[in-house]
């Protein structure tokens, strides 16, 4: 495909059902618009919103035994108290508006690669922020290991979607706090990872070197993204759709992306990278396709001499004040996570709860410019 028939055929599908179902829903929900030169996500009230999430966000580390009785004594066992008394009150104090993916990598290895459950539509409400849910149409993650390539034109790939949205839409569908809906972590479109070689990704890169090979991808992608679609907006009319988060460090098919353009609202990123580098990545996506774009995942991390990680608070402030530049962004989410485990090694609170205090301080002010920011926009 070239350059100029994908920038054509993505200002037709740019203005798709995707994005004109917004009006019908605004005043109730998030939506989308342009507004002094850039897009926005424009929350219920019709305020201009820049999301400003943390993920991963999950209270097993304070069940460690090296924790004793912290959570039980505190919480009193009570995921209601600590999301409440916790929480929500750090992520406020701390700036963030929002909350990204919540679940967590729990285990790493070239056997299973596994992460917490997503949360519930009560323990959203608990939390009491404009989130975004995860929907577990399928397991094509760059990291997942164990489950087989999905078959997008069989009827069980439908019956499945149809499930999880009436499991997770129908709830959510009237929640005004809830920003949109995400598909795949990091999907595996054209390549894949050490550990899930043996299934190969969902299309053999190889094709794309003909016109056949190209159209094959194309309709496989349309499938894909047309069938979810579907099956949310069947219980769930209004919420933003904000689909794959691809991964910018490996190859993305721009017929996956021109396939998406009609049923998402928004391109997701997850990219590991400086902040110009980062930037610049998300500006070209913009620029191809009109289409507004998020960092869905993204950290800065700082590696000490006994191999604990931690986030670069300058970094941080360094990749929001580049993405605020960019027209085309409407949020960065932080790759967290909320507690230390063993496995990310990496986060704003040990599993004791003692704060990574350097981090927060640069976090918190780049996070309370923004929002001042924001309020200037208004």
Not at 221 to 226: G, I
Not at 274 to 288: I, S
Request: glycine fraction near 6%; aromatic fraction near 12%.
């Amino acid at each position: 495909m070239n350059r100029r028939h994908f920038l054509t055929s993505a200002a037709v599908t740019v203005l798709s059902p995707a994005l004109s179902l917004r009006a019908a829903s605004e005043g109730s929900f998030f939506t989308l618009a342009r507004r002094s030169g850039r897009w926005w996500f424009v929350t219920p009230e019709g305020k201009p919103f820049f999301s400003i999430a943390l993920n991963h966000i999950d209270p097993a580390p304070l069940r460690y035994t090296t924790s004793g009785d912290l959570w039980s004594r505190k919480y009193g066992n009570s995921m209601e108290r600590w999301l409440k008394e916790a929480v929500a009150r750090d992520l406020r104090e701390w700036g963030f508006n929002s909350v990204g993916w919540t679940q967590e990598v729990v285990t790493r290895g070239l056997t299973n690669h596994r992460h917490s459950r997503a949360f519930t539509f009560e323990e959203y409400q608990w939390l009491g922020l404009p989130y975004c849910h995860q929907l577990p149409f399928a397991d094509f993650h760059q990291w997942e290991m164990e489950t087989r390539n999905p078959d997008f034109h069989s009827a069980e790939f439908a019956e499945w979607c149809d499930y999880v949205a009436r499991e997770h839409c129908a709830r959510m569908a009237g929640d005004p706090k809830l920003i949109g809906y995400f598909y795949i972590d990091c999907p595996t479109w054209i390549h894949t990872r050490p550990g899930n070689e043996w299934k190969g990704p969902l299309f053999d890169p190889g094709k794309l070197e003909t016109d056949a090979g190209r159209r094959e991808l194309s309709s496989l992608a349309t499938k894909w993204y047309q069938v979810t679609h579907d099956s949310i907006r069947r219980y769930d009319k209004h919420h933003l759709i904000l689909g794959d988060r691809y991964e910018a460090s490996a190859p993305i098919a721009e017929e996956v992306v021109r396939a998406a353009l009609p049923y998402v609202d928004v391109l997701s990123f997850q990219h590991f990278k400086q902040p110009h580098e980062v930037a610049a990545n998300l500006r070209k996506w913009h620029d191809l396709t009109g289409k507004p774009v998020l960092l869905a995942d993204h950290a800065i991390a700082i590696r000490q001499p006994d191999g604990v990680l931690l986030h670069n608070g300058a970094g941080y402030a360094a990749t929001l004040s580049a993405l605020r530049e960019l027209p085309g962004c409407v949020g960065y989410h932080l790759c967290g996570a909320y507690l230390r485990n063993t496995t990310r090694n990496r986060a704003l609170r040990g599993a004791d709860e003692t704060p990574d205090a350097a981090a927060l301080t640069a976090i918190a002010t780049a996070n309370r410019e923004a929002a001042e920011w924001m309020r200037t926009q208004e």
